[in-house]
């Protein structure tokens, strides 16, 4: 088996290789190929990779290239992670909208539209490849917006063996167990929603739902859940724990000031993080690869950027949490988005195992209020080359509202950059909730097209 990465120059390659070692014996594979186009960024990447495992033992080939037609030639599983522009494009896309009193993110909002609309036809022209070079491989896509980036590979382009996937979910997940003491492979979850747009409905422990009872806490005890930067009256009023990413349309003003106050958004904070690891590993190279060296750039690294996470855009110190001592080393190198597509992988490939993982699937009247093609972010069963979302049912009507309109907004971007048109992609933004008018989507579209130039798409 054949398992491949686009993008393996982004700063989580070493801890993707832990996961895979981790699940070595679980899985049949022959060959782990990582890939990406910038080959200093990779290179960097390998040096930190082979200096943490350096005692490992792997039992596959590992194979480093900059070759895409050869990372995805006879692939079993191909992994976009790749971030279209890096992070100089991330900085403009959320600057932009700030200086029209917009919110300036990553994935939500017009930092969100500017990405898709960079990255999807990228993502197609891999897809191209994959049709021709290894037509029967699953495509796992974490490159953000994953939610509109898989639904423009599997409604517009029509492939099926597509899956997203986000560590959000399975990070509510684990510190919630933390929270009730529990390892997080105890729980079953009901959850719903669009990526970074979804609500914890169920958290089931013994087969007995303890939403409710947590909601209790919160209000009552004013218990606080890490990640969760919400009022809990909010919290109680929804009767459902929301994704953090739901702070953006909670509290779209008190996000946007806090990004305002600040002075600058989370692409400005890590970028100083990004340019001091590459710079100390290229001197560590210079002066001979020292080892400790390498691993405590690295380990820096991660600290600086774990633990700024969200704190701009929350106004708030960064929580944290406690993994119960029962998670085992698998369920420790399972977090994250690696470990989550390691876990859909081996439920996909091995016949006595099968998984619950919360994916970004094919809607497929699982919440029958979205329509069967629509991408949503709900608990899949995975078995032995099937990947089926649990029904949901009937949702409030407050989620269903959102998520249609967000999902409006997500359409129409695809059909903007996949047709390279201005006139949809003014549309598009300016029926997003966050952005307030249509004057103001199409002073953020223009701003854009200057301040990206030629890493933008040319929209007619
Ligand atoms: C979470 C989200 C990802 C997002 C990341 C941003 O993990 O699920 O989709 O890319 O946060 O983190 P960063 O450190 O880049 O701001
Ligand atoms: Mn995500």
Redesign the pocket.
């Known amino acids: 088996m054949k398992l491949t990465f686009i993008g393996a120059g982004g700063v989580r390659t070493p801890l993707v290789i832990e996961s895979v070692l981790a699940f070595q014996s679980r899985i049949p594979l022959t060959e782990l190929c990582l890939m990406d186009v910038d080959t200093e960024r990779l290179e960097l990447m390998r040096m930190v990779s082979e200096v943490r495992l350096r005692d490992a033992k792997p039992e596959f080939e590992l194979v480093w290239t900059t070759d895409a037609r050869q990372a995805i030639e006879g692939s079993d599983f191909i992994v976009t992670t790749f971030r279209q522009g890096g992070i100089a494009s991330r900085v403009i896309d959320e600057q932009v909208p700030l200086k029209y009193g917009v919110l300036g993110q ?2 939500t909002g017009p930092g969100g539209f500017a990405m898709a609309l960079r990255t999807i036809p990228v993502i197609l022209d891999y897809l191209d490849m994959i049709r021709d070079l290894s037509p029967e491989a699953w495509l796992i896509n974490f490159t ?1 917006p ?1 939610g509109i980036v898989t639904e423009a590979i599997a409604r517009v382009a029509g492939f099926e063996r597509v899956v997203g996937i ?3 979910p399975s990070a509510m997940q684990r510190g919630l167990a933390s929270h009730l003491g529990v390892p997080s492979d105890r729980l079953f979850l009901e959850y719903y929603g669009l990526n970074h747009l979804g609500w914890m409905s169920g958290v089931y422990l013994r087969g007995v739902n303890l939403v409710p009872e947590l909601i209790r806490e919160i209000k009552e005890q004013g218990v606080t859940l890490p990640g969760l930067p919400f009022h809990p009256g909010l919290i109680e009023a929804l009767g459902t724990i929301p994704n953090e990413y739901l702070l953006f349309y909670y509290y779209p003003r008190k996000s946007v000031e806090n990004l305002v106050k600040a002075g600058q958004s ?1 692409a400005q904070q ?1 970028q100083p993080f990004n340019i001091e690891l590459n710079h100390s590993l290229m001197q560590i190279r210079e002066e001979g690869s020292d080892p400790e060296q390498t691993l405590a750039a690295y380990s820096k690294y991660l600290e600086q ?1 774990h633990s700024t ?1 969200m704190t701009i855009e929350t106004g708030e110190a960064h929580s944290s949490h406690t993994p119960h001592p029962d998670e085992d080393q698998l369920g420790s190198a399972a977090e994250g988005y690696s470990g989550v597509a390691l876990r859909l992988i081996e439920a996909l490939t091995q016949e006595a195992k099968s998984a619950n993982i919360i994916l970004n699937v094919p809607n497929r009247g699982a919440l029958p209020g979205m329509a069967d093609d629509d991408v949503v972010e709900v608990n899949c069963y995975v078995r032995d080359g099937v990947v089926r979302p649990f029904v949901v049912g009937a949702i409030p009507d407050h989620a269903l509202g959102l998520m249609k309109q967000v999902k409006a907004y997500e359409r129409l971007t695809i059909q903007a950059a996949v047709e390279g048109s201005y006139t949809l992609a003014v549309k598009a933004l300016a029926l997003h909730p966050l952005v307030p008018s249509y004057e103001t989507a199409k002073l953020i579209l223009n701003d854009y097209i200057v301040q990206h130039g030629e890493h933008f798409p040319r929209l007619q």
């Open positions: 990553e994935t953000n994953a986000c560590d959000n989370r890590i950027r996470y």
